[in-house]
């Protein structure tokens, strides 16, 4: 049954928000690539293990992906699981071709961090408000918001703050310091603006 006053998106609104969510994430994690800063989630994880074996974020992203497609079949369904998939393929293409298309002369690291987390918490808001996640940790945040009434932002913050502590040993206590400046801009960005009853926008497919 649906909500009274809900309105659904629509499927070329759930397609453009897919482009533009995810170019948003993918120029951001640019940024902080180029800068030696460090995302949370998977995302974070990939960054973390480019640093370490030069592998690109773009292929780590995708793999590291894989193991939570089972998560999100069994809990969100087949509808949400396949527009995360998508998603995750966008953001790794675009994340290897905005590297291409652009390149910093010069990048402060506070700038990076704040426009970088920034832009990908704008991001992120977007594909959550359009039930589309980027892989693993998102569907868990997604999944524990939907059933247990947990806001997605503060369960991401708790979980990059971890994935920050384990970088002690990759990045220097400086580009570790802004990390979490940017973590903190992007996670409140989904805090704020992604919570129950605040926002009535839903897509073709519901939980229950």
Same mark, same amino acid.
């Given at each position: 049954?649906?909500?009274?006053?809900? $309105?659904?998106?629509?499927?070329?609104?759930?397609? %453009?928000?897919?482009?533009?969510?995810?170019?948003?994430?993918?120029?951001?994690?640019?940024?902080?690539?180029?800068?030696?800063?460090?995302?949370?989630?998977?995302?974070?994880?990939?960054? =973390?293990?480019?640093?370490?074996?030069?592998?690109?974020? &773009?292929?780590?992203?995708?793999?590291? +992906?894989?193991?939570?497609?089972?998560?999100? &079949?069994?809990?969100?369904? &087949?509808?949400?699981?396949?527009?995360?998939?998508?998603?995750?393929?966008?953001?790794?293409?675009?994340?290897?071709?905005? !590297?291409?298309?652009?390149?910093?002369? !010069?990048?402060?690291?506070?700038?990076?961090?704040?426009?970088?987390?920034? =832009?990908?918490?704008?991001?992120?808001?977007?594909?959550?408000?359009?039930?589309?996640?980027?892989?693993?940790? +998102?569907?868990?945040?997604?999944?524990? $918001?939907?059933? &247990?009434? %947990?806001?997605?932002?503060?369960? $991401?913050?708790?979980?990059?703050?971890? %994935? =920050?502590?384990?970088?002690?040993?990759?990045?220097?206590?400086?580009? =570790?310091?802004?990390?979490?400046?940017?973590?903190?801009?992007? +996670?409140?960005?989904?805090?704020?603006?992604?919570?129950?009853?605040?926002?009535?926008?839903?897509?073709?497919?519901?939980?229950?």
């Amino acid at each position: 049954m649906q909500t009274p006053g809900l $309105q659904r998106h629509r499927l070329y609104e759930d397609c %453009i928000a897919m482009g533009v969510g995810t170019l948003f994430v993918s120029f951001g994690t640019m940024i902080y690539a180029k800068a030696m800063l460090l995302v949370g989630s998977i995302a974070g994880l990939a960054l =973390l293990f480019q640093y370490v074996t030069g592998v690109g974020f &773009w292929l780590l992203f995708f793999v590291l +992906n894989l193991p939570f497609y089972v998560l999100a &079949w069994k809990r969100m369904g &087949w509808q949400f699981t396949l527009r995360t998939f998508i998603a995750v393929c966008l953001v790794s293409a675009l994340t290897r071709l905005t !590297s291409q298309w652009v390149d910093f002369a !010069s990048l402060n690291t506070a700038y990076a961090a704040i426009v970088g987390g920034g =832009l990908i918490g704008t991001g992120l808001l977007i594909l959550f408000r359009h039930r589309i996640g980027v892989g693993g940790i +998102n569907i868990l945040a997604l999944y524990l $918001q939907d059933h &247990w009434g %947990i806001r997605a932002g503060y369960v $991401q913050m708790a979980i990059d703050g971890a %994935i =920050l502590l384990s970088a002690l040993f990759v990045l220097p206590v400086q580009n =570790l310091v802004f990390s979490v400046l940017g973590a903190v801009i992007a +996670n409140m960005i989904i805090a704020i603006n992604h919570r129950p009853g605040r926002y009535l926008g839903s897509s073709i497919d519901a939980v229950g």
